[in-house]
C-alpha cells in the first residue's frame, strides 16, 4: 500500500487498483492490483503488449474510468469517488489527455476546438489564448480550418493544442505518435516534451516505440495487468 505522507510530492497515486468488466464470457480483470507512485514533474513512459492493460490504467488516472477496487490520487486529491460534475470540473483543472484518435470535434474549426476547454471554465480571452497555443504548434495558418480539412499530424497537433491551452499540471498522453508518420510524430513529441521543460508538467506516455520510452525518466512496463517493471531511465 501507498503511503498518504507521500501525497505531497506525487502527482499521481494508484493504491491497489483493480478494474474488472463483464464481457459475454464473464468477467475479465483487467487491472490486477496496481501500485504506483509518480512524483510531480516525472516523465514516465508506460509500456508492454497489446491488451497488457496500459489504456485501462491511463483511463482510470484520467478518472474516465472508475476502479472496482482501490484509491485514486491524482494531484494530490482522492479522486475514487468523485461524481461524473465534479470529475469533470477536476480535469478541466488539472490534466490535459491527448488520446490516439485526436478526438476533435468535427463541427468546429482548430480555433473552436482548441477554445472550447476554457470557454467552459470561464476563462475569459479563451480565443486568444488558442490562437497563441496553436501558433505554438505550428498552425497559426489553419485557425479556421475543421478537422475534415487538416492532415492527421495536423489534427494531432490542434488536440495538443487543445491539451495545452488550459496549462495542466499532468498530461496523459496514449499513443500520440501511433498515427503519424516519423517526422510529424518526432514533432509532436518535441511538442509534448517542451511543455514539460517549460511548465515542470507530469507526463505519462503510452508508447510502443522504445525510442520514446528512453526519453521518459521513468519507464513502467505492464503485463497481464500488472506492473512487472518499474525502472528509472540513465
Given at each position: ?34 501500485n ?134 499532468i498530461?496523459?498522453?496514449?499513443e ?59
Open positions: 500500500m501507498l503511503d498518504a505522507q507521500s501525497t505531497s510530492s506525487s502527482a499521481i497515486q494508484l493504491d491497489n487498483i483493480h478494474l474488472r468488466l463483464s464481457s459475454d464470457a464473464g468477467e475479465v480483470n483487467i487491472l490486477r492490483g496496481i504506483v507512485d509518480i512524483k510531480r514533474g516525472e516523465t514516465i513512459g508506460l509500456v508492454g503488449p497489446s491488451g497488457s492493460g496500459k489504456t485501462s490504467m491511463l483511463m482510470v488516472v484520467a478518472g474516465l474510468e472508475r476502479p472496482t477496487e482501490g484509491t485514486v490520487r491524482v494531484a494530490g486529491n482522492d479522486i475514487t469517488h468523485f461524481n461524473e460534475d465534479k470529475l469533470a470540473l477536476f480535469r478541466r483543472e488539472h490534466t490535459g489527455i491527448v488520446f490516439q484518435n485526436f478526438h476533435l470535434v468535427p463541427t468546429m474549426t482548430a480555433l473552436e476546438n482548441v477554445a472550447l476547454p476554457l470557454e467552459f471554465a470561464g476563462r475569459t480571452h479563451a480565443f486568444e489564448a488558442a490562437r497563441e497555443q496553436l501558433a505554438a504548434v505550428g498552425l497559426d495558418h489553419r485557425l479556421e480550418h475543421y478537422p475534415g480539412q487538416l492532415s492527421g499530424g495536423e489534427q494531432q497537433r490542434v488536440a495538443l493544442a487543445r491539451a495545452f491551452v488550459t496549462e495542466p499540471t498530461l496523459l498522453a496514449d500520440p505518435t501511433g498515427n503519424l508518420d516519423g517526422k510529424t510524430g518526432e514533432t509532436v513529441m518535441e511538442l509534448l516534451f517542451d511543455l514539460h521543460h517549460r511548465k515542470g508538467t507530469t507526463l505519462l506516455l503510452i508508447t510502443h516505440a522504445p525510442e520514446l520510452a528512453k526519453r521518459c525518466s521513468r519507464t513502467l512496463t505492464m503485463a497481464d495487468g500488472h506492473i512487472v517493471a518499474d525502472e528509472t531511465v540513465s
